[in-house]
């Protein structure tokens, strides 16, 4: 709320200088909401930036736990924890983002604010390691999704929900690497991971295009009108379908 009033004080001075660059009283205006609108957006900044630490910190609390319960064989514990982790890798991730857009807004501002720019290099950094640890998680979805399957993606049995479920996951990894990556190149493997995931999502890719391409060879090869078996014959003392109703 305080964020759009300033701007608002922002654009009214700024139009009443274009009428009169000379109005000394609109400058002072301008200069002051400027001001408190840069201390706005750093503040809520810091706020967001100390959330997504919050949620990192327990992330990476998460991950050692499941680390630790997979070396006790307890695998539904580990597997709980992971998806706990990859949450609030994700939560982070978000927080994090938040806070670098309003760092940003901040030095449009005021660009030789140096304080800001430290802040938003750091949170930079952050956010880009949490992208690279909630892809990770994104790619353990989609491969426990195609796990869990009562099927596989063979010829006789096309599972397409589990593909487009899978690729909906590798789809989110790809995204979300590529923007690590651009935020801190080189780092957090994000990289490799997203070769990884890339990799998996032509394959998923191919394999739905190959079920779906069955299934409507499947259909294109049912006799016209041909339904469930026993459809259409009719039951004793029922009308058959097409038959006269008259004697």
Do not use: C
């Amino acid at each position: 709320k305080k964020e759009g009033v300033l701007n608002q004080a922002v654009t009214r001075a700024g139009q009443a200088l274009v009428f009169d660059e000379n109005n000394e009283r609109a400058k002072g205006l301008l200069d002051k909401a400027q001001s408190e609108l840069e201390k706005t957006l750093e503040a809520r900044g810091d706020m967001m930036k100390e959330s997504g630490d919050k949620a990192a910190a327990n992330s990476e609390a998460a991950e050692k736990a499941a680390k630790a319960a997979e070396a006790a064989g307890k695998d539904k514990e580990a597997a709980g924890r992971e998806k706990e982790s990859t949450n609030q890798a994700q939560n982070a991730a978000g927080q994090f983002g938040r806070a670098a857009e309003d760092y940003r807004k901040a030095l449009e501002l005021a660009p030789e604010n140096k304080g800001v720019q430290s802040k938003l290099a750091e949170v930079e950094s952050k956010l880009a390691t949490a992208l690279a640890k909630s892809a990770e998680g994104e790619i353990r979805s989609a491969e426990e999704t195609m796990a869990a399957s009562p099927n596989t993606p063979s010829d006789d049995k096309p599972v397409t929900a589990e593909l487009q479920k899978a690729i909906g996951h590798l789809e989110k990894a790809v995204a979300m690497l590529d923007q690590s990556e651009a935020l801190a190149p080189g780092k957090n493997e994000a990289g490799a991971l997203a070769e990884k995931a890339n990799a998996q999502l032509s394959e998923k890719r191919g394999q739905l295009d190959k079920a779906l391409g069955k299934n409507q060879a499947s259909q294109a090869q049912s006799p016209p009108g041909k339904g469930p078996e026993g459809e259409g014959e009719a039951k004793p003392g029922e009308q058959k379908p097409g038959e006269s109703a008259l004697p």
